[in-house]
């Protein structure tokens, strides 16, 4: 396969290495007017600036793009592709959501996946297996923080400028942990939230304090920031019968810490030493193959020509519905 | 990759009380040495690295060697095969007399140590969605764990085979998809034998479970030969846990889990202090074992967390 990558900067970097492994992949074309060709070892893979798409030569597109050129690229390599991966957020906003939605409606045999590599992480495919059957029963309630610090150069990163980004911190990070809410839970409605820009002033949320609730009534609530001066990100899945807490994730810099799974059991008194001190399994894993995974997933539904198992339209529709909502009703306050 | 690490705790006493281990002790090593009347197999060579091994010390007359490489011990002079199987026939009974202590705490261990290895294994199954496989397990007949591994209806079929006969690959054997050698390798007169031989009988993509005593765990490293635990025929292999790795991992499994969630280190150091105080022990050692509970605790869980303890255990998918 021969494959168009939008977007060469910290997203398009990680696809980049996974697809040059990937033995389908025969040939990656970087299409990104910001990279100097000459100043990467690309073996010429780099489409010179100004140079016309060679959409005729590919097989897929990936973009990653920054948000306000998502959905357009995105739209148009569904139309001339068919086989398009696109990074999260799928567009700015719910009308862009909607112009990728229309793009994939007018072609019928279309393969789409939007780039939501939290749910395969593996302290979250190991939590999936534990609950129900797995042993912990129904889910009563889901709570997770995710944040990060921001950085010296925060104010002037795309991400929070709001004409390029669409939104600030829960657009973002807030937005993995609002899938897997839904992954945990179904789909969720919004019941309250608070969004402030207290700290960085960039005229977005750099703090999100969301309450959602799922088909059943079960309460889910999220914190997704950037002023956690330690990054973090957390999960905590409260069970019939125990609980669960993911925490940490493999980056380059290792700074959201080792990723675990804690598994406690719920005991009373008579199965435990202690009343409320249950026994706990704490998992470590030491690989994070979410980025491998998801785009092999994606490739194998092109080679089969059916739909991919992660990151579909409908789920990629049902948390841009979450953050239209919560845009919706509630205001930045300072 | 993944590793395990618990805050479940349970007195050395529940499980494998010091000072009722004399009698085990003893048959143990007056039937090993009554086996080799029967004959001696020279090892000189690491099953790990195929390194020589180098001398490194003796258990009442019985010499280990070292392999450099991984820091693993190995028995070095063996009976004839014949005459080991019949040992590990004859301990395996022993184990289930009323002169064993695996006999009087029979409930205790079947609570402690077999109920929470099948756990690992039904979550492990669960996590590598693994529906009713087949199950060979390589142990001594008869086996204290097959029933609860019937009894808990994870597996379409259950076999246990001794490590001998399990070292003897034939054609006409039924795959597995599931293969348990819960300190299988540690009593092997031949772990290469063993472990190429159940390879065989698992279907590609299979697991293997491995639980051992690691010798870079922190109560051997600290008592070395001293530990009374340290007896063969059970303990005839003492690999390292890189020295385990290096092992799966040349027979072609990927490790999925390399965890060692022991829970006694320090408590088994300490009962041989109490034993015998004048064992060698560094004053940092004497100062952890004079500590407050918090802080062994603390230690305890650092040498969980960071492959430090005695007690491995490890999941490995069969390439």
Not at chain 1, 49 to 69: G, K, L, S
Not at chain 1, 139 to 147: A, D, E, F, P, S
Not at chain 2, 59 to 85: D, H, I, K, N, V
Request: with cysteine; net charge negative.
């Amino acid at each position: 396969m021969n494959i168009l990558l939008f977007g060469y900067g910290y997203m398009g970097k990680i696809r980049h290495a996974v697809l040059r492994r990937h033995p389908a992949v025969r040939r990656v074309t970087i299409v990104d007017p910001f990279i100097d060709p000459k100043m990467l070892d690309l073996d010429g893979a780099v489409l010179p600036p100004c140079a016309p798409v060679p959409w005729e030569e590919h097989d897929a597109a990936f973009i990653c793009t920054p948000n306000n050129v998502t959905a357009d690229l995105c739209a148009q390599s569904l139309r001339r592709l068919r086989r398009v991966f696109c990074e999260k957020p799928p567009g700015r906003n719910w009308e862009e959501f909607c112009q990728i939605d229309e793009a994939a409606r007018s072609v019928p045999d279309h393969v789409l996946a939007f780039g939501f590599n939290h749910r395969l992480h593996p302290s979250i495919q190991a939590a999936l297996a534990l609950l129900g059957e797995g042993g912990l029963g129904e889910v009563l309630y889901v709570k997770g923080t995710y944040g990060k610090s921001g950085g010296s150069q925060y104010r002037e990163s795309w991400r929070n400028n709001r004409e390029v980004s669409g939104g600030g911190i829960l657009l973002d990070q807030g937005i993995h942990m609002l899938d897997l809410f839904q992954l945990f839970l179904g789909p969720l409605t919004v019941v309250e939230a608070v969004l402030t820009d207290s700290f960085w002033k960039c005229g977005v949320e750099d703090n999100a304090f969301v309450l959602l609730k799922g088909g059943r009534g079960q309460p889910a609530f999220l914190h997704s920031s950037a002023t956690l001066w330690k990054h973090t990100f957390r999960i905590e899945i409260g069970c019939e019968n125990g609980y669960l807490k993911a925490s940490g994730f493999l980056s380059k810099t290792g700074s959201y810490g080792r990723e675990q799974l804690v598994i406690g059991k719920r005991q009373f008194e008579d199965e435990a030493f202690s009343l409320g001190n249950p026994r706990e399994e704490i998992i470590h894993f030491d690989r994070d193959e979410s980025w491998d995974k998801e785009v092999h997933e994606f490739l194998a539904a092109v080679q089969e020509g059916r739909p991919p198992h992660h990151g579909s339209l409908e789920e990629a529709r049902q948390v841009m519905k979450l953050v239209h909502d919560i845009y919706a009703m509630t205001p930045v306050t300072q | 990759m993944r590793s395990v690490e618990t805050n479940s705790s349970f007195p050395l006493s529940a499980v494998k009380p010091l000072e009722e281990l004399a009698s085990y002790r003893e048959f143990c090593l007056s039937q090993t040495l009554k086996a080799l009347q029967q004959g001696r197999r020279k090892r000189q060579i690491s099953p790990v690295t195929h390194q020589p091994l180098e001398p490194c010390g003796e258990t009442a007359g019985l010499e280990y060697g070292r392999c450099s490489q991984t820091g693993s011990f190995f028995l070095m002079t063996l009976p004839p095969a014949s005459a080991w199987t019949q040992l590990l026939e004859e301990v395996n009974r022993f184990r289930h007399s009323p002169e064993a202590f695996h006999f009087t705490h029979a409930r205790s261990r079947s609570d402690r140590v077999y109920l929470p290895k099948l756990e690992w294994i039904q979550e492990t199954l669960r996590f590598q969605r693994l529906v009713s496989p087949a199950v060979l397990e390589v142990a001594p007949s008869p086996s204290d764990l097959m029933p609860l591994l019937k009894e808990s209806g994870l597996f379409s079929k259950g076999f246990t085979s001794s490590e001998q006969d399990a070292s003897k690959s034939s054609l006409d054997q039924e795959p597995v998809e599931v293969a348990l050698l819960l300190e299988a390798l540690d009593r092997s007169d031949d772990p290469e034998a063993l472990l190429e031989a159940v390879r065989k009988r698992m279907v590609t993509g299979g697991l293997l479970f491995v639980t051992a005593l690691v010798v870079s765990g922190f109560d051997m490293a600290v008592l070395g030969m001293n530990n009374l635990y340290w007896v063969p025929p059970d303990r005839a292999n003492g690999f390292s846990l890189k020295g385990l790795t290096q092992f799966l991992t040349r027979f072609g499994f990927n490790l999925l889990e390399v965890s060692t969630p022991g829970v006694l280190d320090l408590e088994i150091v300490q009962a041989h202090r109490q034993r015998d105080p004048s064992i060698p022990l560094s004053v940092f050692e004497r100062q952890l074992l004079e500590s407050d509970e918090q802080t062994r605790m603390g230690f305890q869980s650092f040498l969980q967390q960071q492959g430090l303890s005695s007690f491995a255990r490890l999941v490995a998918r069969k390439a």
